[in-house]
């Protein structure tokens, strides 16, 4: 049984900063990638982030240079720090785990990101 725990969603003004954390548990195995996609209202859900077991870090070109993907293998947990906020950016932003090959998806529960003044 996996699970994903995100946290550190919120409310922040424009131009603001905001980290989210997303830490898995269960039997997670060694080839994976953790990561972010978000979903804003009437809009599908797109990738924001990813970075694979080995650092490989992935960007949607909407977020690259103001967002920042990292792991910590040990722990099994994703951070993203996210920059320069805009409104655009308001969305539910939901962690994303393939776990092994062939990869199976998790996802967690949602974090609700707002960016407004």
């Known amino acids: 049984q996996v699970q994903l725990v995100e946290s550190g969603g919120g409310l922040v003004q424009p131009g603001g900063s905001l980290r989210l954390s997303c830490a898995a548990t269960?039997?997670?195995?060694?080839?994976?990638?953790m990561g972010w996609y978000r979903q804003a209202p009437g809009k599908q859900r797109e990738l924001v982030a990813t970075m694979t077991h080995i650092g490989v870090a992935n960007y949607a070109n909407s977020v690259k240079g103001r967002f920042t993907i990292s792991r910590d293998g040990a722990k099994n947990t994703v951070y993203m720090q996210m920059s320069s906020l805009n409104s655009e950016d308001t969305a539910v932003y939901y962690c994303n785990l393939k776990n092994g090959w062939p990869p199976k998806d998790y996802w967690g529960q949602g974090t609700q990101v707002t960016v407004s003044s």
């Open positions: 269960g039997n997670i195995f060694a080839i994976t990638v």
